[in-house]
């Protein structure tokens, strides 16, 4: 298989896997409150209510997804994903040890790394977005001494 062949391949599994990131961060957004016709002709709307709605939900907490460090967060581990790609493409296709393996055995091993740099990049968004919402030891009395 030839350079070309390669990149083409690469660039296939990159688009794949931002088109999911995408598409799974799209699901997490809250929906409008919409309201739709009944066959009568009346209007329905879908409740809004929770479905945990008697947990008492803090106001710090539920501010957190849209907190500043969003975008930090999203770069981050788009950066670990993309970083922990690069250096699992590397060993299994550039490694002369490697090359007596079958390239679709290292193709496979390829979308199992995906598969945990995916979840390491979810970590490390987390993290990034977590350091803006954690509240430290000294001021994490809300009152105050």
């Given at each position: 298989m030839d350079h070309t062949v390669r990149f083409i391949i690469l660039a296939l599994v990159i688009a794949v896997s931002l088109l999911r990131a995408i598409r799974r961060s799209s699901a997490n957004r809250p929906q409008p409150d919409s309201t739709?016709?009944?066959p009568?002709?009346?209007t329905a709307s879908r409740p809004t209510t929770a479905p945990n709605a008697g947990a008492a939900v803090s106001p710090?907490?539920?501010d957190a997804g849209n907190s500043p460090n969003r975008f930090a967060a999203v770069l981050v581990a788009a950066l670990?994903?993309?970083a922990g790609n690069v250096a699992v493409w590397l060993c299994l296709?550039?490694?002369?040890?490697?090359?007596?393996?079958p390239k679709s055995w290292r193709f496979a091993a390829l979308v199992f790394a995906n598969i945990v740099l995916t979840?390491?990049?979810r970590v490390a968004a987390a993290r990034v977005r977590g350091l803006a919402v954690r509240p430290t030891p000294a001021s994490s009395n809300p009152?105050?001494?």
């Open positions: 739709r016709e009944t009568g002709g009346a710090i907490e539920a670990v994903w993309l296709f550039e490694l002369p040890a490697l090359e007596v393996a979840a390491l990049a009152i105050g001494e």
